[in-house]
T-cell receptor
Framework: QKEVEQDPGPLSVPEGAIVSLNCTYS??????FMWYRQYSRKGPELLMY????GNKEDGRFTAQVDKSSKYISLFIRDSQPSDSATYLC?????????FGAGTRLTVKP | KAGVTQTPRYLIKTRGQQVTLSCSPI?????VSWYQQTPGQGLQFLFE???????NKGNFPGRFSGRQFSNSRSEMNVSTLELGDSALYLC???????????????FGPGTRLTVT
């Protein structure tokens, strides 16, 4: 079993839809949780960074962490075609970083 | 501010050869991390350097090594290349105020290595 599980998709939604991306993990030592967006032929770009359980909102993006369930989510409201990319969850503890496999999202106009 | 730069962007090597990849972090960033990205394994952490010292290391064989120079630029070396080393190698730098690998990282565009 991988330490971080993420459904690779692909996920296709119409413009304006709410998108939910999720990851589960097994290592309870993980303390920091991140979401990255990666466009084709580019490096990952940090979207959200959280430390504790709860919600964090930034514009159309909301990151949710539930440490008791070892489950994190990223919600995208009013999705746009420009949101089409691969979304990677990442988590770390004591300097050790783990990434999910990435979910490929397509938002259709 | 200029972003993270990596050279070369593309590289083709033969099995058994060695390769050196270069990364220039964002100005002022002292932490540089290296990752390998493949379709099958995803993004995997190789190692992290801070102030010329390797501070963290992932689970990769000793053929993978790196170093960091006094200007924070970093190089990664892979010796005795294998077909399975074909991947996108990404470098990421971090702000000096949050000098751990868990901090917000800024990635370069990557070097795509193909081993034939």
């Amino acid at each position: 079993q991988k330490e971080v599980e993420q459904d690779p998709g692909p996920l296709s939604v119409p413009e304006g839809a709410i998108v939910s991306l999720n990851c589960t993990y097994s290592n309870s030592a993980f303390q920091y949780f991140m979401w990255y967006r990666q466009y084709s032929r580019k490096g990952p770009e940090l979207l959200m960074y959280t430390y504790s359980s709860g919600n964090k909102e930034d514009g159309r993006f909301t990151a949710q962490v539930d440490k008791s369930s070892k489950y994190i989510s990223l919600f995208i409201r009013d999705s746009q075609p420009s949101d089409s990319a691969t979304y990677l969850c990442a988590m770390s503890a004591d300097g050790d970083m783990r990434f999910g496999a990435g979910t490929r999202l397509t938002v259709k106009p | 501010k200029a972003g993270v730069t990596q050279t070369p962007r593309y590289l083709i090597k033969t099995r058994g050869q060695q390769v050196t990849l270069s990364c220039s972090p964002i100005s002022g960033h002292r932490s540089v991390s290296w990752y390998q990205q493949t379709p099958g394994q995803g993004l995997q952490f190789l190692f992290e350097y801070f102030s010329e010292t390797q501070r963290n290391k992932g689970n990769f064989p000793g053929r993978f090594s790196g170093r960091q120079f006094s200007n924070s630029r970093s190089e990664m070396n892979v010796s005795t290349l294998e077909l399975g080393d074909s991947a996108l190698y990404l470098c990421a730098s971090s702000s000096p105020m949050r000098a751990t690998v868990v901090s917000e990282q800024y990635f370069g565009p990557g070097t795509r290595l193909t081993v034939t």
